[in-house]
């Protein structure tokens, strides 16, 4: 009796990591990037934005980021990379073409440590993620999926516009004021719940800004006549 032909064996899929979501405060902290090119470019250009003190080791580097160190933003050291170049950092990217380079930036890492797109070799991962102003929404699909993430963050950049950037402005100056001004704690409460509600967020996004504005300084002005 002839054998039956076997099928290719199914590939059992690796579970993928189970990741803590944090927002990293890198003021002032020493953060280095090794590589100098357009993935490299991204990853600086958001980390300026934080207030790091950002170093790029790399023997080129784009025309953005000149004008970036030009402007005395950053700082560059113009050569291949050596391991000393991770000397009390914070926070390191590894964002080069090379493979053995983006190793070696991984073993000799002693901190916060992300190879771009190779999850294996980091001990962190960074979401794909947009911005309003203060407002920050990160995806992350546990690195199963960043094409994924990325039509996520698309889809969530047409739902909050631009408004909730303006309108965040106005809850800070007004959520200080009630902080000093309404003195009842559960008043006080009750009114920074109502500001954010779904109902003021349903306000946000059908009448827009100034209409969301009127409708919570008409809520601050009713919680101090109570």
Known sequence: ???????????????????????????NKKTVIVGGGKIAERKILGLLDTGAKVTVVSPGITKRIEREKQKGRLRHIC???????????????????DRDVNERVS?????????????????FIVPSSMQRG??????????????LARSLRKELEKIYGCEFSSYLKTLQKIRAQAMTMIKDGKKR??????????????????????????AAKGLFNSYMAK
């Open 1 to 27: 009796m002839k054998d039956k032909k076997q099928g290719p064996k199914a590939v059992k899929a690796k579970a993928c990591n189970t990741y803590y979501p944090a927002f990293i405060d890198l003021e």
């Open 79 to 97: 050569r291949a990379y050596r391991k000393s170049d991770l000397k009390e950092a914070f926070l390191v990217i590894a964002a080069t073409d």
């Open 107 to 123: 073993r000799d890492a002693p901190c916060l440590v992300n190879v771009v797109d190779v999850p294996k070799l980091c001990n």
């Open 134 to 147: 203060p407002l920050t929404i990160a995806i992350s699909t546990g690195g199963v999926s960043p094409a």
């Open 189 to 214: 409460a009750g009114f920074l719940k109502a500001v954010a509600s779904e109902n003021m967020l349903k306000l946000l996004k059908e009448k827009g800004c100034s209409e969301a504005k009127k």
